[in-house]
C-alpha cells in the first residue's frame, strides 16, 4: 500500500476529504521521524515500538572481491510490532477486532476539520464522567522522560 492509497482509504472510512487526511497522514509521519531523529523511543500502545539502535563499527566483505572493507557504526531506524498486531496478523486480514489498537483508557472522538486551527493543531479531547471536555494544545505529540533518561513520545 502506497501513501496515496493509505490516504485515499482513511478519506473513506472517516468522511473527510482527501486533502485533510494528506494533512494528516504527512504531519504523523514526520512527527515520528522527528522523534526518531532526536533519538526518542516512540510507542504506539498495541500497535508497535519506533526506536533508534546503534550499529557498532564492523569489518564487511566487498562480496565481488572478497576484500575486508571497514564499516562505520551508523543509526537505524526500528520497529518492532506490538501484541496485538502480531495476534492479528497471524489471525488473518478478515479478523480484525474493533478495539484493536484502542487503549482502555482512550475514548475516540471525531473532529470536525473546521476545529483545528491554521497551524494545524488539534483540539485536545478528553472524556468523564462530566462530559467531553475539549480544549486547544500546543504543536505535536507530547513527550516524556523515563526513569532511564530516554525521552519517548505517546500519540
Do not use: C, Y
Not at 471525531?110 to 486547544?136: M, R
Amino acid at each position: 500500500m502506497t501513501k496515496r492509497e493509505l490516504v485515499v482509504a482513511v478519506a473513506s472510512k472517516l468522511g473527510l476529504t482527501q486533502n485533510e487526511v494528506s494533512t494528516i497522514v504527512q504531519e504523523t509521519l514526520d512527527s515520528i521521524t522527528d522523534a526518531l531523529v532526536e533519538g526518542q523511543r516512540l510507542e504506539i500502545r498495541n500497535f508497535g515500538v519506533f526506536e533508534v539502535k546503534e550499529r557498532d563499527a564492523r569489518i564487511g566483505r566487498n562480496p565481488r572481491t572478497g576484500e575486508e572493507v571497514p564499516i562505520s557504526k551508523k543509526r537505524v531506524a526500528a520497529f518492532r510490532p506490538g501484541k496485538a498486531l502480531k495476534e492479528w496478523i497471524q489471525a488473518g486480514p478478515n479478523q480484525r477486532p474493533d478495539h484493536l489498537f484502542r487503549d482502555n483508557e482512550t475514548e475516540v472522538v471525531s473532529i470536525p476539520a473546521s476545529a483545528i486551527s491554521e497551524s494545524g493543531d488539534a483540539p485536545a479531547a478528553t472524556a468523564s464522567s462530566e462530559g467531553l471536555s475539549v480544549q486547544q494544545t500546543g504543536t505535536g505529540p507530547t513527550s516524556t522522560t523515563s526513569q532511564s533518561g530516554d525521552q519517548q513520545s505517546h500519540f
